[in-house]
């Protein structure tokens, strides 16, 4: 449930509902501004709705939410949430480019891409430690080693670090040393690790399942939200569809449809939605216009070399040649880059 506070709603009105709620046993969630506050309910359907919080002074209204999700919801908070990292910023207008290697191989292939991507306008750093990967005889990252490695060369180029956390059992480490904490398309629906990642106060990257829905996908991220980290960024990366041609389909329906039912900003993944590098850019350019607050694209200084997805990784020159065509075209979509 909603609770709709009348604005300008005094702050002892608002304690008053809050703590009805709490003694209920409900867990009471704020959001909204100096004009409005909205207070999100969890805990016992039955229990709240007999509580009959109406007739309560300050109270405007209440909502029954049918949905799964509730704390992700536009209805909760109509303002764009703005994820803030040292170095840059995500959404309410702030555009981020996420640039880097598919995974961590060394630490001279870190620094050639953190400089080229600093240069060409790119606002943080990716690259996998940890790689989710189909055949457990593939690559599979570095680790804390990779973890490092990236470190050093974000800090080096005034970059914040995303990366992956494959397994609840290493997210204490990867929040050591990460700015963005993402959650990959394989592991969505790893609510005790969504649950988790709800408690650590690290933003968090959630990746949309190769098969999820737009509600699925909302719901995942709930779960970070319920656990008091509402600094969650959604990214479409593609799902799974019987066209072979591209890797994925991206879905950039889901881009423009997810502005309107969430606050949280959405960045897109033109790298594992075509797997493709001649695909990368002109989907980049269309995901600004399909209002994303972002992409998330690989970068490797040398492609066909790469462990680890070469084939959809622009070198060097191609990320600076994609950045050319898109950062002129921010303004016309009402955002600017994501620095802080
Ligand atoms: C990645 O971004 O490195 C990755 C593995 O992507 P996904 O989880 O979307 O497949
Ligand atoms: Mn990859």
Known sequence: MLVVMRDHASREQIDHVVEILTDAGAQAHLSGGEVKTIIGVIGDREVV???????????????????????????????????????????????????????????????AVAAAARAAGATMLRGGAYKPRSSPYAFQGLGLEGLEMMREAA?????????????????????????VLQVGARNMQNFRMLDELGTMGKPVLLKRGLSANIEELLSAAEYVLKGGNRDVILCERGIRTFETYTRNTLDLAAVAALKTLTHLPIV?????????????????????????????VEVHPEPERAKCD??????????????DGLLDLLPLAGKRPGVA
Do not use: N
Not at 272 to 293: C, K, Q, Y
């Open 49 to 111: 709705y007999a509580l009959e919080l109406e007739g309560l002074p300050g109270v405007e209204e209440t909502i029954r939410v049918l949905k799964p999700y509730k704390l992700v919801s536009r209805d909760f908070q109509p303002d764009d949430t703005v994820v803030r990292v040292p170095g840059a910023t995500v959404g309410g207008g702030a555009f981020a480019v996420i640039a880097g290697p598919c995974s961590v191989e060394s630490a001279e292939q870190m620094h």
């Open 268 to 296: 897109v993944d033109p790298s594992h939605a075509t797997g493709r590098r001649d695909l990368v850019a002109p989907m980049s350019r269309a995901a600004v216009f399909a209002g994303a607050d972002g992409v998330m």
């Open 310 to 323: 070469g084939p959809q990784s622009l070198d060097l020159g191609g990320f600076e040649a994609m950045m």
């Open 155 to 179: 800090d080096a180029h005034g970059l914040p670090v995303v990366t992956e956390v494959l397994d609840v059992r290493d997210a204490e480490t990867v929040a050591e040393w990460a700015d």
